[in-house]
């Protein structure tokens, strides 16, 4: 039987407004060659380089490929023996929600103008590490994944990168009840960021929290701008949290929201939901990296 392999490949920018939407202003920016627009052309020719040679690799294969064009799609990866994020970490990210026990091969398309931290294969390589990850030789390193629950429903348990929990409006206080590790805070803040060390060079890092190692199975809080007019100092501000404990909050808006592994995939809370993050059981296996950074 043919080794079954889904393919998840990015949309550039370029094609997006100038190819699928023709908008009016991207091919206005684009003639006058602004500097918003200035790297549309190269990385969308250089995304498309790639994109030939994974098709050409596959086809010499004889692989049962099935290719997905928009990132954001969900698909079943319950018998795929392989799937490949054709794009960069973003693309790699939105593909990890469907994938469960199969492993993930990233592919860079242009690293000239794409960050693939998790991407272990570049145009020039592809085939090497496609034949060696076909063939079982392809190293990889599993990444600990989060496990988030709404009022006790599963709302995921694939969150690579990280969850943000804040008012709806970004101009606006969030205000709610943190409890982890037997202390419970009533936080007033700009709210919070929360995940797995896969995330914790992101985000994480650039709100002041520490990286951890990437095969570490703890997660880690960092609350964003905290309010403390009255000289309180809140105890829960940077917390690294140890596998077998959870972090509990109670929203005390009505507008707050939840946002997992980037702007696509939002949750509203309302005035008195309860949020659980903890460790998922669902690591993500993905090829070509070390569990050193």
């Given amino acids: 039987m043919k080794p079954r392999v889904i393919v998840v490949a990015k949309r550039t920018a370029y094609t997006r407004f100038v190819v699928d939407e ?107 590490l496609f034949t060696q990850a076909l063939e079982g030789r392809l190293g990889s390193v599993k990444l600990t994944r989060m496990k988030v629950t709404l009022n006790g429903r599963l709302s995921s348990s694939r969150v690579l990168n990280e969850a943000l929990y804040a008012h709806s409006s970004p101009a606006a206080t969030s205000r709610y009840i943190l409890s982890t590790g037997g202390i419970r805070e009533e936080q007033r803040t700009s709210g919070f960021w929360i995940g797995p060390a896969a995330g914790s060079t992101a985000a994480l890092r650039s709100a002041g929290g520490k990286v951890l190692p990437l095969g570490s199975r703890r997660l ?37 929201m939840l946002w997992l592994d980037g702007p696509n995939r939002e949750i509203p809370v309302r005035l008195g939901d309860e949020v659980e993050f903890s460790v998922s059981d669902e690591p993500l296996r993905v090829l070509g990296l070390s569990s050193k950074r």
């Fill in 22 to 128: 023709r908008d009016p202003r991207a091919k206005q920016l684009l003639r006058r060659r602004d500097p918003t627009v200035a790297h549309w052309a190269d990385a969308h020719q250089e995304h498309q380089r790639s994109l030939d040679t994974v098709r050409q690799v596959l086809d010499r294969a004889g692989v049962q490929a099935l290719w997905i064009w928009r990132k954001q799609a969900i698909f079943d990866a319950s018998d795929a023996d392989l799937v490949i994020a054709l794009g960069g970490d973003g693309t790699l990210l939105a593909a990890s929600h469907s994938v469960d026990s199969a492993a993930i091969l990233g592919v860079n398309s242009a690293p000239r103008y794409s960050v693939g931290f998790f991407c272990a294969a570049r145009r020039q390589n592809f085939q090497k």
């Fill in 220 to 256: 880690q809080l960092v609350v964003r701008e905290p309010y403390e007019p009255h000289g309180e100092r809140y105890r829960l501000l940077k917390r690294v949290i140890p596998p077998a404990e959870s972090v509990l909050v109670q929203s005390k808006m009505d507008d707050a």
